[in-house]
């Protein structure tokens, strides 16, 4: 099925490891976004990319690095984690100026201890 | 800097209540509203939109919700909710003069529906 598809779906990481999040869409779409999710908090944008080839930073990205491999493909990560960065992480794409919404992955769940 | 205000963090209603939840976004540039619902352990799925011409828009399961540009706000309206309808809602809003379309989200509403 069409969508947006991320890895891991769990991972739990010591202080100071790196880890790379996962995350491919085939809805042939432009724009790709990573999100966190904390409780009481909504969501909050990490890091975007408008077309391939480009990143920009969102409200959050302290602690974050972004790869647009390719038209499909958005990676997320964690150079060195720290509890703070404890939190459900959704990748999302949406048309290029994003008036049809977005199509969400299913979300990875973090855990820095 | 752009932001969306959801008035009730929390709210419970029985089965067959009528629903609104509230939006506000922080100011009037032209822009493409959102709702989003998070079922439990769940990712957001798109609920409906609006991005231009009738201000009332229908959406999936019943949920409809109005565009009021000068109140800038975005409410989301079910008549008799359901047991199923439990879940976090989330608005969220695009300004259209933005690059790629990124959304600014609130911070949700979780409803939930007693049986």
């Known amino acids: 099925n069409a969508g947006v598809t991320q890895t891991p779906k769990f991972q739990v990481l010591k202080t100071g490891q790196s880890m790379t999040l996962q995350c491919a869409q085939d809805m042939n779409h432009n724009s790709m976004y990573w999100y966190r999710q904390d409780p009481g908090m909504g969501l909050r944008l990490i890091y975007y990319?408008?077309?391939?080839?480009?990143?920009d930073k969102g409200e959050v990205p302290n602690g974050y690095n972004v790869s647009r491999l390719n038209k499909r493909e958005f990676s997320l990560r964690l150079e060195s984690a720290a509890p703070s960065q404890t939190s459900v992480y959704f990748c999302?794409?949406?048309?290029?100026?994003?008036?049809?919404?977005?199509?969400f992955g299913s979300g990875t769940r973090l855990t820095v201890v | 800097a752009q932001s969306v205000s959801q008035h009730n963090h929390h709210v419970i209603l029985s089965e067959a209540a009528s629903l609104e939840l509230g939006c506000n976004y922080s100011y009037g540039g032209t822009v493409n509203l959102f709702w989003y619902v998070q079922y439990p352990g769940q990712h957001l799925q798109l609920l409906l939109k609006y991005f231009s011409g009738d201000p009332l828009v229908k959406g999936i399961k019943g949920f409809e919700a109005e565009f009021i540009k000068s109140k800038f706000s975005f409410n989301l309206r079910k008549p008799s909710v359901q047991w199923s309808d439990t879940a976090e809602y989330f608005c969220?809003?695009?300004?259209?003069?933005?690059?790629?379309?990124?959304?600014?989200f609130g911070d949700g509403t979780t409803l939930t529906v007693k049986p």
């Open positions: 999302a794409s949406s048309s290029r100026w994003g008036g049809d919404g977005y199509t």
């Open positions: 990319s408008a077309s391939e080839g480009t990143t």
């Open positions: 969220a809003v695009a300004y259209r003069n933005t690059n790629a379309g990124k959304s600014t």
